[in-house]
C-alpha cells in the first residue's frame, strides 16, 4: 500500500504546520523533504487551496538568494518571456524532460564512481574532480548524448508546434522555407 502524501497546512501567519509530526516548520524543513524524496502537499490551512508550488518556488529563491544561484539573470529573463508565450506550454514539459535526462546522466555518472571507488562519499568534491579527471572522454560522451537528446526534444516541440498552427490556420500558414525563398 502506498504511502499517504504528508499533509502541511499553511497559516495566515505564513507559518507552515506538519500534521503527521503536529509542529511548525520552515522552507529548510520543506527542503529537506524534497531531499528525502518525500511526498507532501501544502495547503491553505482557511481554504484548502494547494500551495505546494508556491512554496517549493520560495525554496528555490532562498536558495538562489543563498550565495551560490543555479539559474543566471539572462536565463531567469528568458523564462519569463515564455509567460503568455505560444510556447509557454511546451516549455514546462521540455524542461522537465530536460532534468530527467540530466539526472539519469549523473546516476549513471554515480554508478561509474562507485564502480571505481567502492563505497565512499558519492558527493565528495575531491572524488568527484579525479572521477571526471579520469573520465573524460567518457562525460563527454554522456553528455554529448544529453545534448543531441535536448535538440531532438526541441526539435519535435517546434515540429508539434508547426503542426498544431497548421491545423488551426491552414489558409494562413507559410513554411518557414519558403518564407526564405520569397
Known amino acids: ?23 511548525y516548520i520552515t522552507l529548510a524543513d520543506i527542503k529537506e523533504l524534497v531531499l528525502a524524496h518525500e511526498a507532501f502537499q ?3 490551512a482557511k481554504s484548502g487551496d494547494d500551495l505546494t508550488r508556491a512554496i517549493l518556488l520560495q525554496v528555490i529563491l532562498e536558495e538562489e538568494a543563498g550565495g551560490a544561484p543555479m539559474f543566471s539573470s539572462e536565463l531567469l529573463s528568458q523564462m519569463i518571456r515564455f509567460y503568455g508565450n505560444a510556447m509557454q506550454g511546451m ?14 546522466v549523473q546516476s549513471k555518472l554515480k554508478e561509474q564512481a562507485k564502480a571505481l571507488y567502492g ?18 572522454p567518457a562525460m563527454q560522451h554522456m553528455m554529448g548524448t544529453y545534448v543531441e537528446q535536448s535538440q531532438k526534444m526541441f526539435q519535435q ?3 508539434t508546434m508547426q503542426e498544431q498552427t497548421r491545423k488551426i490556420f491552414p489558409g494562413i500558414y507559410v513554411k518557414p522555407e519558403e518564407t526564405e525563398k520569397k
Request: aromatic letters at 12%.
Open 91 to 104: 516549455m514546462g514539459n521540455y524542461i522537465e524532460n530536460n532534468i530527467k535526462s540530466f539526472t539519469e
Open 157 to 159: 516541440m517546434q515540429d
Open 42 to 44: 501544502v495547503v491553505d
Open 119 to 136: 563505497e565512499t562519499p558519492g558527493d565528495s568534491q575531491d572524488l568527484w574532480a579525479q572521477f571526471l579527471k579520469f573520465q573524460g
Open 1 to 23: 500500500m502506498a504511502a499517504q502524501s504528508r499533509l502541511i497546512k499553511k497559516y495566515p501567519n505564513r507559518r507552515l504546520y506538519d500534521t503527521r509530526t503536529s509542529t
